[in-house]
């Protein structure tokens, strides 16, 4: 048994399984005889271009045109729908430029236009239009610094969506009443409405108080734009009107649903390694906090597994979103770092081989997906000379993975579901 191979098929397994071309085309092809006078699409996020042309695919007549935004890299050719590509996780000025072209695209249809909005992970970044007085300068120092910082999803989306024109429900506010069929890839834990691409199209429950608290967790309060300072300020003290809240009578004009999420994914590799003849453990919680504490972590459960298992070879199975607190200036990934962190955990141990990957194909700024390592990953890097512990310093773990072998490299996948991770035990 080829463990690395048999790790790549396991991920392939779990990305097919939430491809969002096929997830689109099956739910309008359920939903087909609602569009009968037709219809507009618009969308946003790293599946944005093949969720696009599922519409396309099937929609054919009925679909009377769009707008779509993705990530450098993950766009394919369509053909009714407008199509641009922006920075990803930190905004630039075509997030700014084509987002203010999305909206006035939406602005400019009839009250009686019927609306799909495509949602899937990344569109915090890529569908991005700073409030009033702030700048896209702003937008990018404030959330570079928390992500800098280690914040996780939730709390980087409640100051986002309070920067923000069109998340925390605000985007609404241009549908005028149309109906919307908003289609959501979910790739946050727990599939919450309100932090998948911080929430443009459902209620906001966080606060601006909220927002202000997680710069001050973070000490941050004094070196955010002065921009950025006073937005919260005003909205905490109730000069701004806060993102939009359950109740708002706009919310009964759409109909959001998620049509995948990391679930099913795992529910697919757990499949795909039983029909490989193995004994599968999944884990019920999802994976989070520091990604080297957490590879550590899945390392000494491992190390327990090993003492209990039977003769079956094993599969371990996790997934979710880890941070990391960036102080150095190389390159890499939560992924990697992860990785990393079990290799030292499970150092000298036989017949472990251990894949953490981002479903979506990229691990940080990075073009590759993640990391494979064992039990001897670390012993075979200092023969080469690397020191894991260096490379983890200068955050820098891309570098060490390509000179020691590990590197997982898949390119684009055209969906995005958090991250996965795939331990074999033989």
Not at 19 to 44: C, L, M, Q, T
Not at 168 to 186: C, D, E
Not at 259 to 281: C, F, H, Q, T, Y
Request: charged share 25%; hydrophobic share 40%; aromatic share 6%.
């Amino acid at each position: 048994m080829d463990s690395k191979k048999l790790l790549r098929d396991i991920f392939d397994a779990a990305v097919k399984a939430v491809n969002p071309y096929n997830a689109v085309r099956s739910f309008i092809e359920d939903h087909f005889g609602r569009w009968s006078k037709g219809v507009y699409v618009v969308g946003f996020g790293k599946a944005a271009s093949q969720m696009g042309m599922a519409c396309e695919d099937v929609l054919g007549g009925k679909l009377l045109g769009g707008y779509l935004i993705t990530k450098y890299g993950h766009g394919k050719k369509t053909g009714m729908l407008t199509l641009k590509e922006a920075a990803h996780p930190v905004p630039d000025e075509n997030s700014i430029k084509y987002t203010s072209e999305l909206v006035d695209f939406v602005d400019n249809l009839t009250s009686d236009d019927d609306l799909i909005c495509l949602i899937s992970g990344g569109g915090s970044s890529l569908f991005c239009k700073p409030y009033e007085g702030l700048t896209l300068i702003d937008k990018q120092i404030t959330t570079d610094m928390l992500l800098r910082a280690g914040a996780d999803i939730f709390e980087l989306n409640a100051v986002r969506k309070h920067l923000s024109d069109v998340k925390g429900g605000r985007f609404l506010y241009h549908f005028r009443g149309r109906n919307i069929a908003s289609l959501i890839l979910s790739d946050v834990m727990g599939d919450r409405l309100d932090v998948i691409a911080s929430g443009p199209t459902t209620y906001d429950d966080s606060t601006f108080s909220e927002a202000v608290d997680v710069v001050y967790k973070y000490g941050l309060e004094s070196s955010i734009p002065r921009n950025v300072r006073e937005v919260l300020r005003n909205g905490s003290e109730g000069v701004i009107q806060e993102t939009l809240k359950k109740g708002d009578p706009i919310l009964d004009k759409v109909e959001n649903t998620i049509i995948g999420s990391l679930s099913v994914a795992i529910k697919a590799a757990e499949e795909k390694a039983r029909d490989a003849g193995m004994s599968v453990l999944v884990y019920d919680e999802f994976i989070t906090g520091e990604a080297v504490d957490a590879g550590v972590s899945i390392g000494a459960r491992v190390r327990e597994m090993i003492k209990k298992r039977d003769e079956r070879p094993l599969c371990i199975i996790s997934g979710g979103e880890t941070t990391v607190t960036v102080k150095g200036n190389g390159k890499g990934g939560r992924n990697m770092e992860l990785a990393a962190g079990f290799a030292k955990e499970v150092k000298g141990l036989e017949n472990i081989t251990m894949l953490s990957a981002g479903t979506d194909g990229n691990d940080g700024p990075t073009d590759a997906a993640g990391a494979i390592v064992d039990g001897n990953t670390i012993s075979r890097a200092r023969l080469s000379g690397l020191d894991v512990d260096e490379y983890l310093g200068k955050n820098d773990m891309y570098h060490f993975f390509r000179k020691e072998g590990g590197l997982f490299v898949t390119g684009p996948t055209g969906t995005n579901v958090m991250d996965i991770q795939i331990v074999i035990i033989k």
